[in-house]
């Protein structure tokens, strides 16, 4: 019986009443007439396990034993969302266990609503690794991912008096269902200590005296694939002490200290650092970088390869794809492995490395680019120091060979600098040892080349590639959007989830009225569903008949939120001074949705601004509700879900050059909003793909902002130029939106007066006439909805599924299926 496999429960609505019951009495303890809703969403989520598992345990079997090649996606971040959806959605089973709750006297939405996020990421990095893995799974790839369970993921988002207050995220304080930790597949990871050289058996060999260490607890998530019966493995690591009571110390009467030992190992995983895109190089963030990549690396080589396996042959069988530079020291780390550990000669395992590892690299910012100091590496592995110097000698080596000796060339190509401190530079570390190299959109893989590394693609050739972000249809249309989906369903059949260029059918019925009309119900449906939401979650709503104008992302200078508020100060102004009649006025409601990285002063005063503006904007009786600003605090994934699907508006507005890809941008296209947007990133797929006629483009190309920096910026001149821009930058510097003062917002006005590094005023006179065209396009409502539909038939290239067969073919080199 025990070798026998798990079958799943039977899949009839009795069936699952019975295990769902099963799972309320023995997992939570609890009759039904007693159960709390957390309880009965418990049951629930244990009961969809169940049903899981057998297609869980066949496919680890399964991977095992075809020995064929496989990615490994290590991400510091996995942005999630809700499981429980998705889990019923991939399973077939969310009717039968509507029906099934139903029959018990319970609404699964209620239930549905229980359930806490895992928040274990910031932005788009993190919500990419979510699509991905999703995507790995629905076209059976041999995959895992790897990354870190946080206890504390991204912070939840409050507002005092319109400004930002973080509170930590406890998302696993009420119950876990969906993890299964392992303490008795723990790996030790060491720290700090020193090296030595040693004589083995005539051979000169390093090795490593580490001076403290933790253990790596794996937590393993499933990540089932859309009606494929697959099921594949998210593996998050936990640091635990290695000895919760260490008998000397114990035996020392020191208890005290032995408990503080515990506390310092659990805190390697304890929290999510919220910066996005801003490094702090603190020593905790090289820790919980190094424990992961360490603890991933050994759970492959013990875990997935047997025992006896041939270690030249490793790029026949992993490719580790490096997501950003977070997991970059997995390079030095492989290295001393394979020749410490493993003997290998250095040149054999460096010929290796360079085939089992690739880099994504997601941003252009070069403060963003993570660099280690390394007076930290060598306190905190300095082994890998001493690795990572004789590669990067070996390649300054190289170069001279190549390119002569080039000193200029040298430094900067150098993987140390030694300005402003002497540092590792972990984005050049990850392109001299990776396969490959990709950026995230065709604009932004084109501006690494030519402008980031622009001596590295000199030297070699071949290695930069492009593979374009996508998202998952699963979640952003059939899970977000059920009534689209259903919509798109009826006119093309079930096949457009895994295929999603199907899509393309849509085109002709955008040309048949009542389509349209359905399509136009729809959206009108779901912003209705929006005020729902939005009023039992924050006592907010949004008014029957308005254009929703969203703009939902991290609040990051380069994407410009300024603008954005620039444009409603100016329509306000208008209304306000007289020269615009309110009832020419389309009415509007501006959604914003954004977390300021808790350091990051500007963006939580633009924070503070947008909160201010709104508050005055939507009450003054002059505005007559036309004008209407929405801030929910707490953007997630859960409710990007929800906003996302009733948007009419997507701003895009980055400066051209800073944005590398955005894939809320897809995901807004793929739900029939149409984009206000700059030539960055992605958005120029899109328009290139939905057509000029349905994308509202404005504001410099990035060679033009190239042009402009060069001739020299003078943001002030703008100022001068532009009534409009000078009356609404007046407005806010007169404390128009600060009871009068003028001291809160004038950080915000001077700086875009007389810095304003991401263009924003350069920009505004292009971004308030293309607001002008949107206002225009949006009176002809049926017009409006075509364009829509357009969009969406247009967006099936941005599935994350598209995204992994590029991946496949131009990286990892996978079989397409086990
Ligand atoms: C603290 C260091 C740090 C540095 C960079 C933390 C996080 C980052 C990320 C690279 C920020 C990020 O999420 N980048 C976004 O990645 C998305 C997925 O590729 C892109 O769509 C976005 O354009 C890019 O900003």
Same mark, same amino acid.
């Given at each position: ?634 953007? @997630?994934?859960?409710?990007?879900? $929800?906003?996302?699907?009733? =948007? +009419?508006?997507?701003?895009? !507005?980055?400066?051209? *050059? &800073? ?91 001077? @700086?875009?007066?007389?810095?304003? $590094?991401?263009?924003?005023? =350069? +920009?505004?006179?292009?971004? !308030?006439?293309?607001? *002008? &065209? ?45």
């Amino acid at each position: 019986l025990a070798l026998a496999p798990v079958s799943a429960p039977a899949s009839s609505v009795d069936g699952f009443v019975r295990e769902f019951l099963k799972n309320l009495n023995f997992t939570q303890g609890v009759p039904l007439s007693a159960s709390s809703p957390n309880d009965r969403y418990l049951a629930l989520a244990h009961t969809v396990r169940d049903y899981l598992m057998a297609r869980w345990l066949e496919d680890q079997r399964g991977q095992r034993e075809a020995q064929s090649k496989g990615v490994a996606y290590l991400s510091a971040e996995y942005l999630l969302g809700r499981q429980l959806d998705n889990n019923l959605l991939a399973s077939r089973l969310t009717d039968v266990a509507t029906e099934a709750l139903a029959k018990c006297g319970i609404d699964i939405d209620d239930l549905r609503q229980q359930e806490v996020e895992p928040g274990l990421g910031n932005g788009g990095l993190g919500r990419l690794a979510a699509c991905f893995i999703d995507s790995l799974a629905t076209m059976s790839v041999p995959s895992i991912g790897y990354g870190i369970r946080y206890e504390y993921g991204i912070f939840r988002q409050t507002f005092v008096d319109g400004q930002q207050v973080e509170q930590p995220d406890a998302w696993l304080s009420l119950g876990s269902p969906w993890e299964f930790p392992h303490p008795e597949a723990a790996q030790t990871i060491s720290f700090a200590g020193h090296t030595e050289t040693y004589d083995d058996d005539g051979v000169e060999r390093s090795r490593w005296i580490p001076a403290w260490n933790v253990q790596a607890v794996p937590y393993n998530y499933m990540v089932p694939g859309y009606h494929n019966g697959r099921v594949n493995t998210l593996r998050l690591w936990r640091s635990v002490a290695t000895n919760a009571f260490d008998l000397r110390i114990f035996n020392s009467g020191d208890y005290e200290e032995a408990v503080r030992a515990q506390i310092f190992a659990e805190n390697i995983s304890k929290v999510l650092y919220p910066e996005d895109s801003t490094p702090q190089g603190k020593e905790l963030r090289l820790q919980q970088q190094y424990f992961f990549v360490a603890a991933s690396i050994r759970d492959f080589l013990t875990n997935v390869l047997a025992e006896d396996f041939d270690l030249e042959k490793l790029p026949e069988r992993i490719i580790f794809q490096l997501n950003d530079t977070h997991p970059v020291i997995a390079v030095p780390e492989f290295m001393r492995v394979l020749v410490d550990e493993k003997k290998m000669d250095w040149d054999a395992a460096w010929a290796i490395t360079q085939q089992c590892f690739a880099y994504t690299c997601h941003t252009l910012l070069p403060e963003a680019l993570e660099v280690w100091s390394v007076d930290l590496l060598g306190r905190l592995l300095p082994r890998h120091l001493e690795i990572i110097y004789r590669i990067n000698d070996e390649f300054l080596l190289a170069v001279r060979e190549r390119f002569g000796d080039d000193e200029m060339r040298i430094r900067n190509m150098s993987i140390v600098s030694d300005f402003p401190e002497r540092s590792v530079r972990m984005a050049y570390l990850a392109t001299v040892a990776g396969a490959k190299v990709n950026g995230v959109a065709e604009l932004h893989s084109q501006l690494l080349r030519d402008k980031v590394l622009p001596d590295f693609n000199e030297f070699y050739p071949g290695k930069f590639t492009n593979v374009t972000n996508g998202v998952t249809p699963r979640r952003f249309i059939r899970l977000a959007n059920p009534q689209l989906a259903d919509l798109i369903t009826e006119a093309l059949g079930a096949g457009w989830t895994v295929d999603l260029e199907r899509l393309r059918g849509l085109e002709s019925f955008a040309e048949d009225p009542e389509f349209r009309a359905r399509f136009a119900e729809v959206k009108a449906a779901n912003k209705r569903t929006l005020n729902t939401v939005l009023l039992a979650r924050d006592g907010l709503s949004v008014p029957d008949g308005h254009m929703l104008d969203v703009m939902v992302k991290r609040l990051h200078e380069y994407k410009r939120q300024m603008l954005k508020v620039l444009h409603i100060v100016t329509s306000y102004e208008g209304i306000i001074s007289g020269r615009v009649d309110v009832k020419d006025v389309t009415p509007r409601t501006f959604i914003f949705g954004a977390k300021a990285a808790p350091g990051y002063v500007m963006a939580k005063r633009i924070i503070h601004l947008i909160n201010a503006v709104g508050s005055v904007v939507n009450a003054d009786p002059r505005v007559e509700g036309r004008l209407n600003v929405v801030f929910p605090p707490n953007y @997630n994934v859960t409710l990007a879900e $929800r906003v996302i699907p009733a =948007a +009419d508006l997507s701003e895009q !507005i980055s400066l051209a *050059g &800073k944005e590398a890809s955005g894939t809320g941008n897809m995901k807004f296209a793929l739900n029939g909003a149409l984009t206000i947007g700059t030539d960055d990133g992605a958005n120029v797929e899109i328009r290139e793909l939905v057509g000029d006629d349905n994308f509202f483009l404005f504001g410099m190309t990035e060679p033009e902002v190239e042009a402009l920096w060069a001739e020299g910026y003078r943001p002030s001149e703008f100022y001068q130029k532009d009534e409009d821009l000078r009356r609404a930058i007046d407005l806010i510097a007169s404390g128009a939106f600060s009871g009068g003062d003028r001291t809160t917002f004038e950080p915000v006005v001077s @700086n875009l007066l007389y810095d304003d $590094r991401f263009m924003v005023l =350069a +920009d505004y006179a292009s971004y !308030i006439a293309e607001q *002008g &065209k949107v206002d225009a396009a949006y009176g002809d409502q049926d017009a409006w909805t075509r364009s829509a539909i357009l969009n969406v038939a247009r967006s099936g290239y941005f599935s994350s599924d598209r995204s992994m067969r590029d991946y496949i073919q131009r990286i990892w080199h996978t079989p397409p299926a086990y």
